[in-house]
């Protein structure tokens, strides 16, 4: 039972790496990342709309929700209360990507992990878990005779503590603190285990608390008073086609067009790419910023790609948003462009025939461009 709590916290753990990793632009692409949930949420966009319009408060919240259960799994420490908010946040990811996780595309399936993590915490939260390995277990061990009050309702992982007070051989009962020796003597502990139903009656009624504060945030008006762009009606779509070829005047790849505008909301991008495969080395080969984190390549949707041959990418930093594109391919991402505003694009994979600080890298009109939202 605690090899599995330990389990569950290096998972958390690991998602706490790469929230803190600066690679992965966590935190400056969270406003990009949040709007890419609009058409998955379950309820509409209203959720995704108030994560993206305050990034900085949902993204350090992500980050501090996901420090504590790390901690919490790994050391033992409040096991049942980390179970209890697991489990809230898991409702939470999965009414925000409800459509995502149970959707079949035709090539698969993207079932997320959230189902299978509150099962995990259901386990625990009824099997005990926090007796060894665990800082509850000490706390209820060496500690309960000092705190009761915290043993009993928070640190014991056995049951609930009841203080016995036995009776005297004249019928009378010890004062309180008062042991079989006598006043003063230490008192006699039992314990008293909670049923399987109150265990389960408190972890329903935390989950049914998460499945609401997600439900009045999925319909909530309170997104529609918030500040900042909110995402468009998904059928109000742009389709954009960004070819990338060899200028013939110089031998270099050229993205056409390199300056583009578009209006706010949904966009839907294809990028033909004419330029040959290449390997990319120390590639950033995530797909961030877009919905669900996906690219189509060549019709299959991907969330990471091989750097034997990433041969531009297309990446847009004050956005969080990163496409790659491998050499003689089709690309094609859909993402919101909720801020209107003049943004700067670049390709961060080394192409042509001169250094990767050189050209066309870095040249405007070449391997870097702007784009206008309006």
């Known amino acids: 039972m605690d090899l599995l709590r330990v389990g569950i916290g290096i998972v958390w753990a690991l998602n706490l790496i790469f929230i803190l990793a600066p690679s992965n632009q966590f935190f400056s ?26 990034p900085a408060v949902f993204a350090w919240g992500v980050a501090l929700l996901t420090g504590y259960l790390a901690v919490a799994f790994l050391s033992g420490t409040t096991t049942r209360l980390a179970c209890i908010v697991g489990g809230i946040a898991s409702s939470l990811f999965i009414v925000t990507q409800f459509y995502s996780t149970f959707a079949l595309d035709g090539t698969g399936t993207d079932v997320g992990p959230h189902p299978l993590y509150i099962l995990i915490y259901l386990i625990l939260f009824l099997g005990g ?4 390995f665990a800082f509850d277990h000490w706390v209820w061990a060496s500690g309960h005779a000092r705190f009761p009050r915290l043993s009993r309702w928070i640190a014991s992982p056995r049951g609930v503590l ?11 009962t010890f004062l309180a603190g008062a042991g079989p020796g006598g006043p003063g003597a230490d008192p006699v502990y039992s314990v008293l285990y909670p ?3 109150t265990k389960l009656s408190f972890l329903a009624l935390g989950l049914a608390l998460g499945l609401a504060v997600a439900g009045v945030g999925a319909y909530s008006v309170v997104s529609a008073q918030a500040p900042g762009p ?22 270099w790849p050229q993205y056409t067009p390199a300056n583009f505008s578009v209006p706010s909301g949904r966009v839907s991008l294809t990028i033909v790419d004419d330029d040959a495969p290449m390997y990319f080395p120390g590639c950033l080969c995530a797909v961030t910023g877009t919905v669900g984190n996906l690219e189509q390549l060549n019709g299959t949707p991907l969330h990471t790609l091989n750097d034997s041959n990433i041969a531009h990418t297309f990446d847009v930093p004050a956005l969080g948003l990163n496409v790659l594109s491998p050499g003689m391919s089709v690309v094609t991402f859909t993402t919101y462009f909720n801020e209107t505003g003049t943004f700067s694009w670049t ?6 025939t001169l250094t990767p600080e050189g050209p066309p890298m870095g040249v405007p009109g070449y391997m870097t461009g702007t784009i206008t939202v309006l």
């Open 129 to 132: 878990a926090g007796q060894y």
């Open 162 to 172: 009841r203080t016995e007070r036995p009776a005297g051989r004249d019928g009378a």
């Open 195 to 197: 049923s399987a139903h």
């Open 29 to 54: 692409g969270f406003r990009q990342t949040a709007s890419g949930f609009a058409n998955s949420s379950l309820g509409g966009p209203g959720l995704a709309n108030l994560a993206a319009s305050y």
């Open 347 to 352: 390709c961060e994979a080394p192409c042509g």
């Open 230 to 251: 909110l995402i468009g009606a998904p059928s109000l779509s742009t389709n954009l086609t960004l070819t990338i070829a060899i200028n013939l005047q110089n031998g």
